[in-house]
């Protein structure tokens, strides 16, 4: 059953109302089918961009709808639990629209984010590399300055939307100053010497595309840098904690996706002349994943509040992905077990739905790394 929302608006509601109709109408019935086929939704990113999704928490005056980050994450569940890779897609593109928004200049903004947050664009976030994940700091990446443009050179690896994005929010380095010397480029997607691997076979988002990045003397116009020389690193970890948010919620949409399965399936599922639903066994195993679904929800609220209001929120975005990551992959084993046999199955969507869930445990820093930054603010 849908989950009961407490929003700070009536337009919050209509807005969830209407992603809650195309979750239903217009994402979970195509779902099961592309993922199996590995099809890329590019149609359903156009979608949510002609009703605003795309550009959720960004201003109005550049073409966005403005609402918090409270209301955006809970559109964002609403998608998860129809179509995790279509999830994921709106939570990286956000993610990678956030260096233009938060860190651009007034100029840079008012003549790139309108057209970023649209709808008809796509973005990328392009940080990783094969020998720099959760040591961001080490990536090899080189953008040199030349006159009135920088020559990237170098290859990311793991990057969501690798050859089909408009745009990649890049960090490239400048210097061999250590972290100190990583800039931040808002990048073409389609230039010349800027090219994707062969897709990655993945266990699960196979609907999603996700490929090495390979830049061969790309040319990156000097008006691109975000901020300036050196602010890279500094970016991309003030993103991840918005973007780890984004995974959050995406992660407690899948694990309610997962308890609505179960439940259905053990009322309408007999043994010994009874629904399954009445046996203890099975209603405590539901009732606690009941429990930390909302409990998991109300964790990445209670950060994306405090980022509303502009209060300190590192801290609570990496206990929300640590908890809300870990709750979508035991909800999603235990809707498994629910099934039983049935649910091992592909005729039944939990099965994809676990494999879904494993992901969530390490993009966007890994879990241990989470509990890294958690024990890092504590010592502070």
Not at 124 to 134: F, I, Q, R, V, W
Not at 318 to 330: N, V
Not at 334 to 354: H, I, K
């Amino acid at each position: 059953m849908p989950a009961e929302r407490l929003l700070p608006t009536t337009e919050a509601e209509d807005l969830l109302a209407l992603v809650r109709e195309i979750a239903r109408d217009d994402l979970a019935p195509h779902a099961a089918e592309a993922e199996e086929h590995e099809v890329f939704p590019r149609d359903k990113f156009r979608l949510l961009g002609k009703v605003g999704l795309l550009g959720l928490p960004y201003p109005e005056r550049f073409g966005g709808a403005e609402q918090p980050y409270e209301v955006y994450l809970q559109a964002l569940e609403e998608v998860a639990s129809a179509w995790m890779s279509v999830a994921v897609g709106l939570s990286v593109h956000v993610m990678s629209s956030y260096g233009l928004a938060t860190f651009g200049s007034e100029e840079q903004k008012a003549r790139r984010l309108p057209e970023v947050v649209a709808g008809d664009q796509l973005g990328g976030y392009a940080l990783s590399e094969s020998h720099a994940g959760s040591d961001a700091a080490a990536l090899s990446t080189r953008a040199v300055r030349e006159g009135d443009h920088y020559t990237v050179n170098g290859t990311k690896a793991w990057i969501t939307h690798a050859g089909v994005a408009d745009f990649y929010t890049l960090m490239a380095r400048t210097s061999d100053d250590g972290g100190k010397g990583i800039s931040c480029f808002l990048t073409p997607g389609h230039v010349d010497g800027l090219t994707a691997a062969k897709p990655e076979r993945k266990m699960g988002l196979t609907g999603s595309i996700t490929a090495q990045l390979q830049f061969d003397g790309v040319r990156v116009d000097a008006d691109r840098l975000i901020g300036a020389e050196g602010d890279g690193l500094k970016i991309a970890l003030s993103a991840l904690d918005s973007g780890r948010l984004g995974i959050a919620a995406c992660g407690v949409g899948l694990a309610q996706a997962a308890l609505d399965e179960a439940v259905a399936y053990a009322k309408q599922r007999k043994q010994f002349g009874r629904p399954i639903i009445d046996f203890q066994g099975l209603e405590f195993l539901l009732a606690d994943m009941a429990a930390a679904v909302e409990s998991a929800r109300a964790t990445y609220l209670e950060a994306a509040r405090r980022r509303d209001r502009g209060l300190p929120f590192r801290r609570q975005a990496a206990i929300a992905k640590l908890i809300c990551t870990d709750t979508a992959m035991k909800v999603t084993t235990d809707a498994v077990q629910v099934l039983g046999g049935a649910g091992y199955t592909r005729d039944f969507p939990v099965e994809r739905y676990m494999r879904e869930a494993k992901v969530l445990q390490i993009f966007e820093g890994t879990n241990q790394i989470q509990r890294v930054v958690i024990a890092r603010d504590l010592r502070r």
